[in-house]
């Protein structure tokens, strides 16, 4: 069958050929109908994640149940499934919570999950090691839903955890309205009272903000993008500010940004820094960097997107034009999410 591999860092990943993968027990063989195109992808590609063993790429994944290993009980062949993306070791304290993005068991140079260091799901088959990984899709599609088990799991965790400073006088930011920030938007005003301020520096993706609902959009390449921000918010600036990129501009820009008892949220992987010298952040600000959400979180956002509720932005690929896609979105081309479609 056919796969998109990483094979190296700084190396570009490659279609190549791979066997059909068969489900042990315990296992569950899916059938891909669609693998998002994350921007940790490109993290993978260029900076590694301490595995150097080739993998087949691909975190965010939705397909039909293909083949069922020994002892595996409540799938059926032919099922509408959701790849859970973090693989946990299912029976430490957070795993049981079905928080396995938290697992306590984790060590560095281990595997994350499927496309993050063992395979993923930028192929034709995916092999997921134990059927508590698998949510049903109910009436979606896979390859419209895909991204939603990442790029909307990892902003709705990030604002559930926010939801009680969200009254209907205060103001949240989204930095980013790339994949997670464009669902971000979403997830705000379907959940929240709040007001809602979106900030990128493409003018496309801040017309899309405004499109889902943001009620003023800032570009962020201006030099006084957080003054016009500090405006609309008034003197309590913003209660909640989720930096969907973290790169060091957005992080700056969130600590001019966010107010007193608050919260600053860092989803994005791009390497920024906040100095906490008492100065860049306000009393009371609660600094975070949430990593993706519970299997259960995951059911809510499904839940959420088959009532018509939030929907991913998504444009499809084939399989053999991931490489292309991969320098489309490393050159910022990708509206919402790009999914490959086997």
């Known amino acids: 069958m ?16 791979i066997p059909k993968p068969e489900p042990k027990a315990g296992e569950v063989l899916v059938k891909i109908g669609g693998a998002g195109v994350c921007h940790s992808d490109l993290h993978v590609l260029q900076r590694g994640i301490g595995i150097d063993r080739p993998f087949t ?13 020994s002892g595996v009980k409540n799938w059926k062949e032919g099922d509408a499934v959701a790849v859970y993306g973090p693989w946990g070791c299912g029976y430490c ?16 140079g281990k595997a994350y999950g499927g496309g993050l260091g063992t395979d993923g799901g930028m192929a034709e088959y995916m092999i ?17 839903a895909a991204p939603l088990s ?36 979403q997830l705000l005003k379907c959940l929240s009272s709040a007001r809602l301020v979106a900030g990128d520096v493409d003018e496309a993706k801040l017309a899309m903000a405004k499109k889902l609902g943001a009620d003023l959009t800032v570009n962020t390449k201006n030099p006084d993008a957080a003054e016009k921000i500090n405006q609309f918010t008034g003197p309590r ?8 990129v973290g790169v060091q501009p957005t992080v700056t820009l969130a600590t001019q940004i966010v107010g007193m008892n608050s919260q600053l949220t860092v989803a994005g992987l791009g390497g920024g820094k ?7 952040v306000p009393f009371g600000c609660m600094v975070s960097t949430p990593y993706w959400g519970s299997r259960a979180e995951l059911i809510e956002v499904l839940a959420l997107a088959e009532s018509g509720k939030i929907h991913a932005e998504v444009t499809h690929y084939k399989l053999e034009d ?20 086997p």
């Open 150 to 185: 990442d790029a909307a799991l990892t902003p709705y965790h990030a604002i559930k955890r926010a939801l009680p400073l969200l009254t209907p006088e205060t103001t949240v930011v989204v930095l980013g309205v790339g994949g997670l920030g464009h669902m971000a938007v």
């Open 322 to 341: 991931t490489p292309s896609v991969y320098h489309k979105l490393d050159e910022g081309m990708i509206r919402g999410r790009a999914v490959i479609v």
């Open 93 to 108: 304290h957070a795993c049981t919570q079905s928080f396995e993005n938290y697992c306590e068991n984790w060590k560095p």
């Open 128 to 144: 997921v090691p134990s059927e508590r990984l698998l949510v049903s899709l109910g009436k979606l599609n896979p390859k419209d």
């Open 237 to 244: 600036k913003a209660t909640f500010v989720l930096d969907c």
């Open 274 to 280: 906040i100095i906490m010298d008492g100065s860049e």
């Open 2 to 17: 056919k796969a998109v591999r990483f094979v190296g860092v700084g190396k570009p990943a490659e279609v190549v050929d």
């Open 57 to 69: 790429l691909g975190h965010e994944n939705a397909g039909w149940v293909a083949a069922l290993g």
